[in-house]
């Protein structure tokens, strides 16, 4: 068995895999099963701070994306896609699937998101429908400030659809105070269920504006307005995964009884942070740095591939690499969720502390003892 101390799926809870295993029910025709869906919802409204409806989807975390884009983009509806990290970007293709036309606001991969700049170009271009943007850019670690961005795309009555999919919980997000439309998120990453299930908030007015379409939604499994009403009717469109909503229950329930999981999150990323920085090693990126994974740029000289398979191979550990044009130049520790403890934590780092020994890359000071002096041991 590894350590899995990626940036999801993460490690899962003993209390999360055995609520798995639990009699199961019809979810179709149980009637307890429709009250413990919607109060599972309701404590995932009630973390996130929203007055928007919760729903559990059936499918992994990318099905919360597709949902939105399918159920808001009609024939050649703009829509701003907000692009500083691979998966900003990759919303371009999900809206074009569905027949939009994204427009891509791209600026550079290690800054966040600068609110000013982003101004002035809405001052001279706001006419989208939706604007998509990630809160967590999972392969360069990259945090955008959903609280500043959503509120001013709101202010020029663009609707904000955020996936947070490897940000919520481990950072703060608060639904009404953004102003978010529909939010995104994924069982298996701060949340340390495993993976298959996706969760969307959608806003009142994301409702609307799908129930104002002018055609109907190019999609069954990806419509968000077929679950709208599933309390009402006492039906869902497909039979849910009744034992992954189990599981994902009692992962909510770690999670909110957790009152320190975001103060935790970012303890840990700043000594992770303070620890990579004085080895003399790199971190990706110039600011916006999540408290959910570290990106650490690999140095000249060493690949990514390598270093991954010493911590493998002789550490029974793994670490991601990144994706796209980062991957072989970017390795990533995932302290979210269950992985955010300082034990795990510093197994990666005296684990890192040899693999850097055994390439004979010399490293100023050992990330292991750094990390947990920043901890104040
Ligand atoms: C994990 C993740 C998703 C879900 O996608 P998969 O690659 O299928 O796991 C979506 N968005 C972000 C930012 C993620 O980190």
């Known amino acids: 068995m590894y350590k899995i101390m990626t940036a ?3 490690q899962v809870r003993e209390n999360v895999r055995q609520a798995r295993s639990v009699e199961c029910t019809n979810p179709d025709l149980d009637p307890e099963f429709f009250e413990f869906y919607k109060s599972t919802c309701n404590m995932l409204e009630e973390l996130i701070h929203a007055d928007g409806q919760a729903l559990i989807l059936g499918g992994e975390g990318m099905l919360a994306l597709e949902g939105a884009c399918a159920s808001l983009t009609e024939d050649g509806d703009r829509v701003l896609v907000i692009d500083n990290g691979i998966f900003g970007r990759g919303f371009a293709d999900i809206v074009k699937i569905y027949g939009g036309e994204p427009v891509l606001y791209t600026t ?12 002035f170009f809405l001052e001279k271009d ?15 670690g990259m945090l955008n400030d959903i609280h500043a961005i959503c509120p001013l795309l709101a202010e020029y009555g663009i609707l904000p659809v955020v996936d947070s999919v490897a940000g919520m919980f481990g950072e703060q997000v608060d639904f009404d105070k953004a102003q978010i439309g529909i939010l995104c998120g994924g069982s298996q990453k701060v949340l340390s269920a495993p993976p298959g299930l996706a969760m969307v908030w959608v806003s009142d007015k994301a409702w609307e504006m799908m129930e104002n379409r002018k055609s109907p939604i190019r999609s069954f499994y990806a419509n968000l307005l077929l679950m709208k009403d599933y309390y009402k009717n006492m039906a869902f469109p497909y039979t849910m995964p009744s034992s992954c ?3 994902l229950r009692v992962a909510v329930e770690n999670a909110k009884s957790d009152k320190e999981i975001i103060l935790r999150h970012r303890k840990l990323a700043d000594s992770v942070r303070t620890a990579v920085t004085k080895s003399g090693l790199k971190l ?5 740095f999540s408290n959910t994974v570290t990106a650490i740029e690999v140095p000249e000289g060493l690949t990514g591939e390598k270093i991954l398979e010493i911590l ?20 990533r520790i995932g ?18 502390d040899k693999t850097f020994f055994d390439l004979h890359y010399g490293l100023n000071d050992k990330l292991y003892d750094t990390f947990l002096e920043a901890l104040g041991f």
Request: charged letters at 25%; proline letters at 3%.
């Open 284 to 288: 990706f990126g110039e600011n916006g």
């Open 245 to 247: 909503i189990q599981g």
């Open 312 to 331: 493998k191979r002789k550490h029974n550990i793994l670490l991601s690499g990144s994706l796209g044009e980062f991957s072989g130049k970017i390795i």
């Open 126 to 140: 706001s006419d989208f429908k939706y604007a998509t943007l990630v809160h967590c850019d999972t392969p360069t």
């Open 335 to 352: 302290h979210m969720g269950e992985n955010a403890n300082i034990s795990d934590i510093s197994s990666v780092m005296k684990a890192l």
């Open 108 to 119: 550079d991969y290690k800054r966040t998101i600068d609110i000013e700049k982003l101004r």
């Open 8 to 10: 999801g799926p993460t």
